[in-house]
């Protein structure tokens, strides 16, 4: 990338994303004043691991701070899929929350998503590895907040472990692992983040339902005309997320063990 003044990034499923030297132009949305602010309380809590907000042109774009470094699609690359990654993104999310708990921001409206009960912190609403930004196999970035909303920390927890462990079926084309893989790998995403006994037992069930609104989100957004997800939807991607679901509850066992030995 370096030499190169204009980029358009990959992994932009929704939008795209241009890199102008070290800025990134996105379009804004009606949410995008409160993903704004976020971003400006993160950096006054000295968490830095998330762009600042540079400007907002008249013609409705953003203009963010690049950060450098990879960032994976799908299937995952081999840094990406590394256990260094996994523990380091549930490093990354676990302050994320803790630098938005108690704030006032867990109480604004005007988020993309509808904030759920109880908002303990602002979830990030996609934190995956394609928002995910990689120093070689470390974790050192999260970018592309418009999802975020108020929220329980299980919330965020689960759509992670979802795509860190990662928890797919077999026939999901982007995933790895065998069951007792992946299972282990929520663990260590669990260990990592510290989440605790309750909300562990809550995982799976949390998981589950995080898929289902995800797929419920997807038909609104391609009702209400949105090109992207109506071709989400054509594509598949909502059967691929229900079979996931499906899988899951198969192998409830095997990853509840896993959540709670020791």
Do not use: K
């Not at 009606?30 to 998330?50: I, K, N």
């Not at 042109?57 to 990879?70: K, M, S």
């Amino acid at each position: 990338m370096r030499g190169t003044d204009r980029e358009v990034l990959a992994g932009g499923g929704v939008n795209e994303v241009v890199r102008i030297g070290t800025t990134v132009r996105r379009p804004t949305g009606p949410w995008s004043p409160q993903v704004h602010a976020l971003l400006r309380h993160l950096r006054e809590q000295g968490f830095t691991a998330a762009p600042s907000v540079r400007d907002v042109t008249a013609d409705g774009f953003e203009i963010l701070d690049f950060l450098p470094g990879e960032v994976s699609n799908y299937p995952a690359t081999p840094a990406a899929a590394s256990v260094q990654a996994l523990l380091g993104a549930a490093g990354l999310l676990r302050a994320f929350h803790d630098a938005t708990a108690g704030s006032a921001l867990t109480a604004a409206t005007g988020w993309m998503l509808p904030a759920r009960t109880p908002a303990e912190v602002v979830c990030h609403g996609d934190f995956a590895p394609h928002n995910c930004v990689l120093d070689g196999h470390r974790a050192v970035g999260i970018i592309d907040f418009d999802t975020a909303h108020p929220g329980p920390r299980l919330w965020d927890v689960a759509y992670a472990v979802y795509r860190w462990a990662p928890i797919t079926a077999p026939g999901n084309a982007d995933g790895f692992g065998t069951a007792d893989e992946q299972a282990r790998r929520t663990r260590l995403f669990c260990d990592r983040y510290g989440l605790d006994a309750e909300a562990r037992a809550g995982l799976v069930d949390a998981v589950t339902a995080r898929l289902h609104a995800l797929v419920d989100f997807m038909h609104e957004q391609a009702a209400a005309s949105s090109a992207a997800f109506a071709s989400h939807l054509a594509a598949g991607h909502h059967r691929q997320y229900l079979g996931d679901a499906a899988y899951l509850a198969e192998q409830r066992a095997l990853f509840e063990e896993h959540l709670t030995a020791g």
